[in-house]
């Protein structure tokens, strides 16, 4: 089986510059949208089994991987626009839409808000429910931390110290290697 080609790209969506992956092969376009922990990332194993049949694009949806993270809600609907503009800017008229989870809910404002662009929805681990009122802050007053690594002391002062640290938190190999994977080192840790 031939290796599918994976093209990495910043692509401007019209105020924000989105991470993306892409077969830019020939065939109906699949767009994958990850979960809220995740990223584009989490697709390879699909790109690499549908790439030569399909052209896959997996973005870092905003505020994830290495997309910008504006101050914004960080709603369903934003995002949903974010990937209007994503197919845009990258010639694509209609895609199947496969959404994990968050992404599941952003699959499903894009095709309500788009249906001519959506030729198919695959929802995965998403309920319908969700909550009966959302906030009503201003971006500018929504604490940028995420209620499950709040508490993290980080920066972490190596990258042993921060696999050590995942090690002892998290309860499943899954996770751990997604929280590892994820790890950027900077200036600060």
């Given at each position: 089986m031939e290796m599918t080609r994976i093209h990495r790209s910043m692509v401007d969506c019209g105020g924000i510059n989105l991470f993306c992956r892409?077969?830019?092969t020939d065939g109906e376009a699949i767009l994958c949208l990850h979960g809220?922990?995740?990223?584009?990332?989490?697709?390879?194993d699909f790109i690499r089994r549908y790439g030569g049949r399909y052209r896959v694009i997996a973005p870092d949806l905003r505020g994830h991987g290495l997309s910008e993270k504006p101050l914004a809600r960080y709603t369903a609907q934003?995002?949903?626009?974010?990937?209007v503009a994503l197919l845009d800017r990258l010639g694509v008229?209609?895609?199947i839409v496969v959404g994990h989870s968050m992404g599941g809910h952003v699959a499903g404002w894009l095709a309500a808000r788009e249906p001519s662009r959506v030729?198919?929805?695959a929802i995965l681990d998403k309920s319908s429910s969700g909550p009966a009122k959302g906030s009503a802050l201003p971006p500018e007053?929504?604490?940028p931390v995420d209620p499950m690594t709040k508490d993290w002391p980080q920066p972490f002062p190596s990258l042993r110290d921060a696999e050590e640290f995942l090690e002892s938190t998290i309860d499943s190999d899954l996770g751990y290697r997604y929280f590892k994977n994820s790890l950027q080192e900077g200036v600060e840790g």
């Open positions: 892409d077969t830019r809220r922990w995740g990223r584009g990332e989490t697709w390879i934003e995002m949903a626009a974010d990937m008229e209609r895609a030729r198919a929805v007053e929504i604490p």
